[in-house]
Every structure is written in structure tokens, then in C-alpha cells.
């Protein structure tokens, strides 16, 4: 994460804002590129990262701007960076570390890599892609699947699948597939280099939309210049008309990406025109340097100067979503397209705290679908809760929700259970998010899911971790213990509940659970 301290008018506080890189590939594409182990040393999609964030650390160096001063709301700020890991996942590794067994370097590594806290990935145009019948991108779909849905490349990578809406119903089928029975998260769509680039606006690609809004999973489209991006625009036109007319409750649920619309195309406003519209988004890989603070202020000035925040009741920076294109594109790309996101430019041209957490990540976790469609746990049984309560804190310091972490480290050590996703529980609103976390665990045993959720119920003292009841629906902006319809929530959790006061006591219960 990144650590924004403010100072203003004799006040200092701080602001976590959780980074996603929302493009990137994994498989070994036909041109050569590859990217088959996100954790291989030196060239893996991680230790890119922390290239990214040593070369961000580098620069602050060189110019200062690690803390600057600017105006905020008309009041004079300083804000000063720095690179925080995410409590949940940096909890985690330490217990694994301490464990002293398998995952044990997973701390040490991440030390480098603690900026960009998770990213988006999905296959190449790969040497995998037409080995199996169902479809032409199925096994590279399942390789991905393979990485993204384990431990503990589920706690980085988000998975998109990918297919070509010029197989018609194999690939209609394939959208279904890969959110059903592969768990990946959303689409990604290459016109061209699947050689479809002509028919951009064709029914086929239409349905292809559509079928992944039945999911709630974002597509992102590949561009290669101006015209495939206008095209783009129009294919978004005329399947949000036919969702309107046909499947209206799926609009909200219709989330398309344009990626690499800017390099090129500053003050192109019918380029603009074409991302400031519903349901759309534009990523920023490609754009690096000096562009990128220019299209900040061009892009900026020209949605304000128009009033485009009637469009859609979004903000300029609730449009844009941070990306590398990695391998693609390397290290110092992706850091000069960041640093002209936190620095003192922008600021002083307009741009907000607020602005920085949408770019950075905000965006891309709104438009996912564990947050958009409700997370509910399906033909469970009662499965049990556990509280954990230490009532005697004060003197042996021992943290009910560092308890909970470190059952979770001994789960996995021992082969009990696997992490399939997470999600960030938010506070009241999408303005900062809490220590809470939504696990989806699978049994290594009977390979059943099971939505964990992991609550702080009173810091350090009572925590609970529990299960998600049948029907009972995960509330991304948390619960308030005294609202009328939390209080089933908690009512359900309590009914089949065990008291914890130590680690033994919970790994025995959770083992029991899942074997």
C-alpha cells in the first residue's frame, strides 16, 4: 500500500490507499513474451513490482518529493509518502515465517514488493491456447485459473480469463466457464491479434459483453490505435442500448475497460468523449513521463470545462484505472506513469487525495464482482463460528485477530486448507477500508469453498471467524450492531459458535471444520 501522511492546519493523519495494477499476462505468448511464474526471482511479475517501488524510492531520492507541500480545499498541506504492506497479507507472512516451513521467505520477499498490493492478469495471445477442444482459450484459462486461485499467488493476482467472441457460442460458453468452474474474475478481449479487429461492433462481440455482465466480470479490451478505440465506444453504445431493452437489471452489472487509450491521444477529445461515457473505463499502460502529467491536466480541465460528471455521476478519476502492461512494458514505464500520479504537479493542478485512491485502485476493486453481486455461502449446513476472546490482553498481549492469522498460517502449513480470493471489507463508504477481510477457503480434503469472514469485533480483545451462513449476504461496507438487519447477521453467526482463548483451540476447531 501506499501511506499518505497529511498535515494541515496543525492536524496530521494518515491515508492508506490500496494499489492494483490492472494489466498484466501471464502464459508465454507466440511472439516470445512470457511470464510463467509471477514469483520467479528477478523476472517474475512480483519482483517487477519491486522494481517499480525501488525506482519510485530512487526518484524520491533525486527530487524531494517523497513530501511536498500543496494546497488542498484552499488550505495549504504537506503530504509526505511512504510504502505500507497490507495488515492482512504482511500478518499473515510473518506467521508463516515463524512457522519456519513452506511459504516461511514469503516475508522477506514481499518486503521489496509492498507498494502494488495486488494486480490484474490474464493470458497472452499464448503457445497454450488451442490444446483443448472447448474452446480456443480454455487451457490457457485454466493455466491462470491454476496461479490465481491458490495460495499464495491468490493473495497478488487477480484472474481474468480470455476469449474470441469470433467462436460465437464456444466463446459465450467460455465466459460462463470461467467464472463458474475456474473462478476468474473477469474478461479480456485482443481484436487484434485474434484477427477480429474489422468486426469490432458485431453481434458476436455483443453477446460476448453481455454474457460477462450475467457474471458481473469487467472486460478489458486491447487496443492498438485510434480507430480500434472509437470502435470500441461504439460497440459499448449498442450493447448497453440492447442490455436496456433486453436486460435491464444487467446494466449496472455491464463494465468494460479500454486499455491504452491514452499514449497518444492527449487532448483528443473524441477519444475522450468515447471513455467518459457509461459503463466504460480507460486503463493508462502505455502512458509514462511527462504525457502522463500532461493527459492528468488535459483530461482534467476538458471533463470539468464540459461538465461530463453528468454523464454517469462520476468524477474524472473514477474513469481511469492504473496499469502496466507488464512484460510489455518494464519497470521504469510503470513508475513514471505512478509518479505522476502522486506528485506535487498533481496536486497543484487539481488533483485530490481522493483522485489518487480512485486511479491507484479504487476503480478496479468497485468494478469487480465479489463487489458488485452478493457473496453468499450456499448449501452449507450450520457451520460453526469461532470467537476468540482474550479478556486478559492488557497482560499477555495476546491479539484475538493475530490468533485468527496465525490459525490460518498453520491451515495452510498443514495442507487443511487453501486461499482462494480475498476481499477488503470497506467502512461505511468506499473512502477507506478496515483490518476485515472476506477469505474464500477451499478443503484440500473435499475441495469445498467456504466465505470466511474475519472480523475484529473489539480490537485486540474479542475477534470472530466465521463461516458465512446460508442466505446470508456479505456486507462489503461492514455491520453496524445495533441495525435490525445486522443483527440476524450476528444472530447467525452466534447460533453454532465455540469460545476460543488460544491457538490450539482454534486450529483443533477449524481442522475439524475442514476435514
Known amino acids: 500500500m501506499l501511506t499518505c501522511t497529511i498535515e494541515q492546519n496543525g492536524k496530521k493523519w494518515e491515508e492508506k490507499i490500496f494499489v492494483i495494477d490492472a494489466h498484466s499476462h501471464i502464459g508465454q505468448d507466440v511472439d516470445g513474451a512470457t511470464m510463467m511464474n509471477p514469483l520467479a526471482p528477478g523476472a517474475g511479475t512480483f519482483d517487477f513490482w519491486g522494481n517499480v517501488q525501488g525506482r519510485i524510492k530512487s526518484d524520491w531520492e533525486k527530487t524531494g518529493e517523497q513530501s511536498f507541500t500543496t494546497n488542498i480545499d484552499g488550505k495549504t498541506t504537506k503530504i509526505s509518502w511512504s510504502f505500507t504492506p497490507y495488515p492482512f497479507t504482511d500478518k499473515l507472512y510473518i506467521a508463516l515465517q515463524k512457522l519456519g516451513k513452506k511459504h516461511s521467505d514469503l516475508k522477506e520477499k514481499s518486503k521489496f514488493y509492498s507498494m502494488i498490493d495486488q494486480g490484474v492478469c490474464f493470458p497472452f495471445q499464448d ?184 454523464v454517469d455521476n462520476r468524477t474524472w478519476s473514477e474513469y481511469l484505472l492504473y496499469a502496466s502492461d507488464y512484460p510489455y512494458f518494464g519497470d521504469v514505464h510503470s513508475q513514471k506513469l505512478l509518479k505522476y500520479v502522486i506528485n506535487k504537479q498533481f496536486f497543484d493542478t487539481g488533483g485530490t487525495l481522493r483522485d489518487v485512491k480512485n486511479i491507484l485502485g479504487l476503480n478496479q476493486l468497485r468494478i469487480l464482482p465479489e463487489y458488485c453481486v452478493p457473496q453468499q455461502q450456499k448449501d452449507l449446513k450450520s457451520p460453526p463460528s469461532l470467537t476468540l476472546s482474550n479478556p486478559l490482553y ?122
Open 127 to 310: 503457445v497454450f491456447r488451442d490444446k483443448r477442444p472447448e474452446a480456443l482459450y480454455r487451457a490457457s484459462n485454466i493455466n491462470v485459473s491454476r496461479f490465481t486461485t491458490r495460495f499464495p499467488f491468490s493473495m497478488k493476482l487477480i484472474g481474468y480469463g480470455r476469449c474470441d467472441p469470433m467462436e460465437g457460442e464456444k466463446a459465450v460458453n467460455e465466459v460462463r466457464y470461467m467464472r463458474e468452474v475456474l473462478g476468474l474474475r473477469g474478461l479480456k478481449l485482443h481484436p487484434r491479434s485474434e484477427g477480429w479487429i474489422d468486426k469490432i461492433t458485431s453481434e458476436k462481440a455483443s453477446q460476448v459483453l453481455i454474457e460477462a455482465a450475467s457474471f458481473s466480470m469487467p472486460v478489458i479490451f486491447d487496443t492498438r490505435g485510434r480507430g480500434s478505440i472509437l470502435q470500441i465506444g461504439q460497440l459499448i453504445e449498442s450493447t448497453r442500448n440492447a442490455i436496456k431493452s433486453s436486460y435491464p437489471d444487467l446494466l449496472p452489472h455491464f463494465k468494460v475497460i479500454i486499455a491504452h487509450f491514452a499514449q497518444g491521444n492527449i487532448d483528443d477529445h473524441e477519444v475522450y468523449n468515447t471513455i467518459v461515457q457509461p459503463n466504460t473505463y480507460g486503463d493508462l499502460s502505455m502512458l509514462h513521463g511527462a504525457g502522463a502529467g500532461n493527459f492528468f491536466e488535459s483530461f482534467r480541465r476538458w471533463f470539468k470545462s464540459n461538465n461530463k460528471e453528468r
Open 394 to 515: 492488557n497482560q499477555n498481549k495476546v491479539n484475538t485477530y493475530e490468533t485468527a492469522i496465525n490459525t490460518i498460517a498453520q491451515l495452510i502449513v498443514g495442507n487443511i486448507i487453501d486461499i482462494k480470493q480475498f476481499c477488503l471489507q470497506f467502512k461505511d463508504t468506499w473512502t477507506a477500508f478496515n483490518d476485515d477481510v472476506l477469505l474464500t477457503v477451499i478443503s484440500s480434503k473435499s475441495k469445498q469453498e467456504r466465505n470466511m469472514l474475519l472480523m475484529n469485533l473489539v480490537k485486540n480483545f474479542i475477534s470472530i471467524f466465521a463461516p458465512l451462513q446460508s442466505n446470508i449476504e456479505w456486507k462489503k461496507f461492514g455491520y453496524r450492531y445495533f441495525d435490525p438487519e445486522d443483527r440476524a447477521f450476528f444472530a447467525s453467526l452466534f447460533k453454532t459458535n465455540y469460545l476460543s482463548i488460544d491457538i490450539n483451540k482454534t486450529v483443533e476447531t477449524f481442522t475439524h471444520i475442514y476435514t
